[in-house]
T-cell receptor, first 115, second 113 residues
Framework: DSGVTQTPKHLITATGQRVTLRCSPRSGDLSVYWYQQSLDQGLQFLIQYYNGEERAKGNILERFSAQQFPDLHSELNLSSLELGDSALYFC??????????????FGPGTRLTVL | AQSVSQHNHHVILSEAASLELGCNYSYGGTVNLFWYVQYPGQHLQLLLKYFSGDPLVKGIKGFEAEFIKSKFSFNLRKPSVQWSDTAEYFCASRSYNTDKLIFGTGTRLQVFP
């Protein structure tokens, strides 16, 4: 158990819908990262938040957005869902960004299926 | 752009065989390199990491990796695999200008008894 929790574990929804994925980082970690794992794209970085502020952005679609709340949990919002959004979404957390010794701890993931 | 390549997509071994999984990275500056393992249905777990110093890094579960700067490689090794090592293995590099991890495509390892 990495200490990073994600809910829900599984999500099945229809095209055009909107879903919210939730992540709670390890105790004391200020940074949260979101990654998408799909068969065709592999593991791709989406976005990073540090202490409530967006720090880095990857290949995140405009239909997707995220935020980190004052209690440091993060939510990833996916809207106007398409079949191709079906994937495993991982959250990771780390203590402090910028450190050369930064290690990310991954949560169990949320498997999203869009029908 | 920074990238990580894993050339072995699927490896099948018998128990007790030796393992070496290839990983090459593209960035020529200071690198932070990682190997993660993903057991079926589970999350990514860190096997080992390299930041600096001794290029031979020892990780958990008997795994080790060697950082060879001249070859831009960070291959994962284990002298004798077990059935329980069946999993997907990902090599990753930390982006030089952000904290994001850049992953390879992964290698699926199947170990048969």
């Amino acid at each position: 158990d990495s200490g990073v929790t994600q809910t829900p574990k599984h999500l099945i929804t229809a095209t055009g819908q909107r879903v919210t994925l939730r992540c709670s980082p390890r105790s004391g970690d200020l940074s949260v990262y979101w990654y998408q794992q799909s068969l065709d794209q592999g593991l791709q970085f989406l976005i990073q938040y540090y202490n409530g502020e967006e720090r880095a952005k990857g290949n995140i679609l405009e239909r997707f957005s995220a935020q980190q709340f004052p209690d440091l949990h993060s939510e990833l919002n996916l809207s106007s869902l398409e079949l191709g959004d079906s994937a495993l979404y991982f959250c990771a957390s780390s203590a402090s960004p910028g450190s050369s010794y930064n290690e990310q701890f991954f949560g169990p993931g949320t498997r999203l299926t869009v029908l | 752009a920074q990238s990580v390549s894993q050339h072995n997509h699927h490896v099948i071994l018998s128990e007790a065989a030796s393992l070496e999984l290839g990983c090459n990275y593209s960035y020529g500056g200071t690198v932070n390199l990682f190997w993660y393992v993903q057991y079926p249905g589970q999350h990514l777990q860190l096997l080992l990491k390299y930041f600096s110093g001794d290029p031979l890094v020892k990780g958990i579960k008997g795994f080790e990796a060697e950082f060879i700067k001249s070859k831009f490689s960070f291959n994962l090794r284990k002298p004798s695999v077990q059935w329980s090592d069946t999993a997907e293995y990902f090599c990753a590099s930390r982006s030089y200008n952000t904290d994001k991890l850049i992953f390879g495509t992964g290698t699926r390892l199947q170990v048969f008894p």
